[in-house]
Structure formats: structure tokens, C-alpha cells
């Protein structure tokens, strides 16, 4: 996808975002700085982003690839703006009828009346012979 005559590129990106750089031929997977470096354009070459938190807001963080000819002479300029989704699964681990984010049993199970955790019930039977 890099523009005609491009031979390196760099990667700017946002404070939320991880990006990192997977050169052929490299075992090693380098975490790209926020800018500053750049990359020789070979194929093979593979970005990859992360984030570790959700986002505030939508589109709230981005990462920009720039483009350069011979001699550094910027070319052009691809981006993509992130949005993080957090993803929990939440659970009434003291069974008392509220669901809490941060309850410290939700690691452990115990049985009984008494007890916490969840409690998971698995359709076991057959629904088709």
C-alpha cells in the first residue's frame, strides 16, 4: 500500500497507542518510538498496534505511517484513528445480587452457601441426535 518511489517510511502515533515493528528476516519484534525513526520499506515488514487501555472517546487515538523517497524527501502519509473498547467479564462473585467490576473474589471460587465466585450452568444435552 506505500506510494510509488517510497523506500522508507516512519510511525508517529499517539500516547495510548503501542506500535511495534517486524522487520523480514528479523526474529525480533522492536517497539517503534512515537517518532523519529525510520524503517527501511521491504516486504514482509509488518506494524502491529495495541492499546492497553480503553478510550475516553471515540477516535481518540491514531497512528500516521509517512512515506519517503531516496534521499528523505517526504512522499506521503497513510493514518488510522483508534478507539479501545474495554472488555470485562463481570460477575456476582459474592452471589449477593450486585454485579461488581472489582470485587477481589472474582479470581477465586468457593462452594457453598457461604462461598463466591460464579457460577456458570452449561447446556450439556444434545440439542440434535
Not at 506505500?2 to 497507542?17: I, N, Q
Not at 483508534?82 to 449477593?96: E, F
Amino acid at each position: 500500500a506505500a506510494p510509488a518511489g517510497a523506500v522508507s517510511f516512519g510511525v508517529k502515533h499517539t500516547e495510548g497507542v503501542s506500535v511495534e515493528v517486524a522487520c523480514r528476516g528479523q526474529a525480533e519484534v522492536r517497539p517503534a518510538p512515537s517518532s523519529g525513526t525510520r524503517w527501511p520499506l521491504d516486504e514482509g515488514t509488518v506494524l502491529m498496534f495495541s492499546m492497553s487501555r480503553a478510550s475516553t472517546e471515540v477516535n481518540d487515538n491514531k497512528v500516521t505511517v509517512s512515506f519517503y523517497a531516496e534521499g528523505g524527501q517526504p512522499i506521503n502519509q497513510a493514518g488510522v484513528f483508534l478507539t479501545g473498547i474495554g472488555i470485562s467479564l463481570d460477575v456476582d462473585t459474592d452471589r449477593d445480587g450486585v454485579v461488581e467490576k472489582n470485587n477481589p473474589n472474582k479470581a477465586s471460587w468457593t462452594w457453598g452457601p457461604e462461598g463466591h465466585g460464579a457460577i456458570l450452568l452449561v447446556s450439556c444435552d444434545k440439542e440434535r441426535p
